[in-house]
């Protein structure tokens, strides 16, 4: 099994940033992918960015990439999600997950991945 702790969320003004964390224990050398996902009241969670635990590989949406960055540290288990010039719409639960097994198919939904975090609450005012 894999535990995953997200932490580095909180209140911030628009045109802000923040760093979100995720720290992995227990079987680390499962892992494949981490990838980063939010949810806003009312909407479906949604894919953020991705990466696999060993390699370059990055994955984005497209209208989060430039503002969002994600980025790992293999040697503390972790995996970060820069977050630049935050928006309103920005605002929402953010989860970290851990998949066992990477398809590019895959990457985006949530219902790939194997671990979830408990997630951290990102608040952006106007």
């Known amino acids: 099994q894999v535990q995953l702790v997200e932490s580095g969320g909180g209140l911030v003004q628009a045109g802000g940033s923040l760093r979100l964390s995720c720290a992995a224990s227990?079987?680390?050398?499962?892992?494949?992918?981490m990838g980063w996902f939010r949810q806003a009241p009312g909407k479906e969670r949604e894919f953020v960015a991705a990466?696999?635990?060993?390699?370059?590989?990055?994955y984005y949406v497209d209208s989060l990439k430039g503002r969002f960055t994600i980025s790992r540290d293999n040697a503390k288990s972790a995996v970060y999600l820069q977050m630049n010039n935050l928006k309103p719409e920005d605002t929402a639960v953010y989860y970290c997950?851990?998949?066992?097994?990477?398809?590019?198919?895959?990457?985006?939904?949530?219902?790939?991945?194997?671990?979830w975090g408990q997630g951290t609450q990102v608040t952006v005012s106007s």
């Open positions: 990466m696999r635990w060993r390699g370059d590989n990055t």
């Open positions: 227990g079987n680390i050398f499962s892992i494949d992918v």
């Open positions: 997950a851990a998949d066992r097994n990477y398809n590019y198919v895959r990457v985006t939904r949530p219902a790939s991945y194997d671990y």
